[in-house]
């Protein structure tokens, strides 16, 4: 199984999203496998946007970023990267298709309402940068049988 990061930004937290969208997941059968709210500060903003730093909008980016609170999450399921990417929508919310969390919920490129990891490879960075390895869990809920077929887990 893959874990992913997704992160609630300031236009979902301030908009009271966060449930609605923490419940479209686990109603998919993803795994919430961390969760925590925290501020986000200068730096970690820098490397996680670091190949938007020397973007003109990147000023703009990182205050909203700081406007409020965000909620990450790391979530777990087989093909968790490309099932969360799918349930996001594209990034510019005026163009996601409806059904997806910035279809339903957005009408912004830059408040888009969630940040999702792209691939395996920077989830898994991803999920280092906003939590420690201690606040990652590795558990199977007593519905993971009517998650998954016995070959798919």
């Known amino acids: 199984m893959e874990t992913t990061l997704v992160l609630i930004k300031p236009s979902g937290v301030q908009r009271g999203l966060a449930g609605k969208i923490i ?35 990147f000023p703009s980016l990182e205050r909203s970023m700081q406007s409020s609170p965000i909620i990450a999450l790391a979530l ?22 409806p059904g997806t969390i910035r279809g339903d919920f957005g009408m912004s490129g830059q408040e888009n309402i969630v940040h999702a990891s792209d691939s395996p490879e920077n989830a898994a960075i ?18 993971i049988a009517s998650i998954y077929a016995p070959d798919e887990k």
Request: glycine residues 6%; hydrophobic residues 45%.
């Open 126 to 143: 991803e999920v280092a940068r906003f939590f420690k390895p201690e606040e990652v869990f590795d558990y199977n809920p007593c519905t």
């Open 76 to 97: 777990r399921g087989v093909d968790a990267v490309a099932v969360v990417r799918a349930m996001t929508g594209v990034t510019n919310s005026r163009n996601a298709a």
């Open 23 to 57: 419940a479209r997941f686990e109603q998919k059968g993803l795994i919430i496998a961390g969760t925590k709210m925290m501020q986000l500060n200068d730096s970690i903003l820098r490397e996680h946007y670091a190949h938007l730093v020397d973007r003109p909008f």
